[in-house]
């Protein structure tokens, strides 16, 4: 694990858009899994920016959907898919084609499962994976405890993330289950960011990088990866000790 610490959010985002950036560079056709939800949208705006101002080409990567919440669509302000595409698909010259996202809305998400991990399989493997980590060090909808060696699943929501899952809608949501990718999928990327900013992931990033390797933190399970860059703020690294 390779943690880079930087002065605040602002540049933590633009260091780690910067690095997606120059992997891409460096192999254009990157199977690419972008993680939603608040932290990232830094890495958006300026990955946006990039491609915009012709210094990122996206037009050979190929992207997949981290997870969603069981029942939810692009219509509902805060749905995974709702943020990926207002906020990065839209904005960027990309094809439908190129992009591969589970529908939280399908009848059959077992399907939904099948259709990601073969979207997958069918161009190799995961190549670089943006995740942020959960308040319980959840990855994805990894939630504590959940079996380590599955690909896409379906999953029931922690308690924790169910409390914090109403900050991402305009309304309260019974949402009971995810889809995600699960760790055996995440572990074989080549190339995994882990970003976290702010106080109050001070305490999980203590536990990820300095606690027990654990399944109750699934992010701890990183820590021995060497392709791994865990870019952090000064806020979410104030507790670290080493």
């Known amino acids: 694990m390779n943690i880079i610490i930087n002065k605040d959010y602002e540049a933590m985002s633009e260091k780690a858009a910067d690095f997606i950036a120059e992997y891409i560079a460096k192999k254009p056709d990157t199977l690419l899994c972008i993680a939603g939800g608040e932290t990232p949208m830094g890495i958006f705006r300026y990955l946006v920016k990039y491609a915009n101002e012709g210094k990122i080409d996206f037009s050979s990567c190929k992207f997949v959907s981290l997870d969603e919440w069981v029942g939810l669509g692009r219509e509902t302000r805060g749905s995974c898919k709702e943020t990926l595409y207002n906020n990065f698909f839209d904005l960027i010259p990309v094809k439908e084609e190129q992009i591969c996202f589970f529908d939280g809305l399908a009848d059959n998400m077992e399907n939904e ?101 654990t399944s109750e933190v699934p992010s ?20 670290l000790t080493k």
């Open 113 to 213: 499962c099948r259709k990601v991990d073969k979207f997958i399989s069918d161009h190799g493997n995961l190549d670089l994976i943006v995740l942020g980590i959960g308040m319980n060090g959840h990855i994805g909808f990894n939630e504590p405890n959940v079996p380590l060696d599955t690909e896409c699943h379906i999953v029931g929501l922690d308690p924790v993330t169910k409390e914090v899952s109403v900050k991402y809608f305009d309304t309260a949501l019974d949402v009971k289950q995810g889809i995600s990718l699960g760790m055996k999928t995440i572990t074989r990327a080549d190339t995994i960011l882990l970003i976290a900013d702010d106080f109050r992931k001070a305490d999980i990033v203590v536990k990820t990088i300095e606690g027990e390797k």
């Open 220 to 239: 701890s399970l990183f820590q021995d990866f060497p392709k791994l860059w865990f870019f952090l703020d000064e806020a979410a690294a104030s507790k």
